[in-house]
């Protein structure tokens, strides 16, 4: 099966890499976009309590909701296409990102918060020397999950004709051609793998020396 799915990427190479390409645009874009949402979103309710609080819940709904589940919903609003998958994936990418964005900075040592501003450190200084790299760890953790998130939950853009490689999955069960199938599967497996290797290795490369384990 393995070598019939190479076989077929092989000979149908630039359906596939079309595929491939329109996968990565959606779901780093998807991610993109709800980390610029998310992150200053995040910072500027961490201190609220009830704000704050109201956020994580409202994430926590958001959470619940299965990804077929908010691809469906946004289908009757938006129509079908990349325009729709990439709202309805910034969707799923919501919560895990401003949650550990909120979390990330109500761990802050306040110590250390205390202690800069006796330095005298402005607002912004306190926010980029201090607060910023002392929560990056948490906050990676939120989009290194994210990340994983979108590319498993692209595949489902296939359904209201977003494009990606989860057309070879859905085109594979509808033909019961195990082969296509995997050309989509694999890859898929491969990227979601590989995005989280990559994004736990930034994770230390961003945790300043002192607050790795």
Not at 130 to 139: G, H, N, Q, R, S
């Amino acid at each position: 099966m393995l070598a019939d799915a190479w076989n077929y990427v092989l000979t149908h190479p630039a359906q596939f890499y079309r595929a491939l390409g329109v996968h990565v645009a959606l779901s780093a874009s998807a991610l993109l976009i709800a980390a610029l949402i998310c992150i200053p979103a995040g910072i500027a309710v961490a201190r609220k309590n009830g704000l704050s609080l109201a956020v994580v819940n409202v994430a926590n709904v958001g959470r619940t909701l299965p990804s077929l589940a908010v691809l469906a919903l946004v289908m009757p609003i938006l129509g079908t296409g990349f325009t729709p998958a990439l709202f309805a994936l910034t969707l799923i990418a919501l919560p895990p990102i401003v949650t550990h964005t909120i979390v990330g900075m109500r761990g802050v040592d306040a110590d250390a918060v205390d202690a800069a501003i006796g330095m005298g450190m402005t607002r912004a200084a306190l926010l980029w020397q201090v607060e910023l790299p002392m929560a990056m760890p948490v906050i990676f953790a939120g989009l290194r999950t994210a990340a994983v998130q979108i590319i498993s939950g692209a595949v489902l853009a296939a359904f209201i004709g977003g494009g990606g490689l989860g057309d070879f999955i859905t085109a594979g069960i509808a033909m019961m051609a195990v082969p296509q199938l995997l050309v989509g599967a694999i890859p898929v497996a491969l990227l979601a793998l590989g995005t989280d290797f990559l994004f736990g290795a930034l994770q230390r490369r961003m945790t300043p020396q002192g607050l790795r384990a």
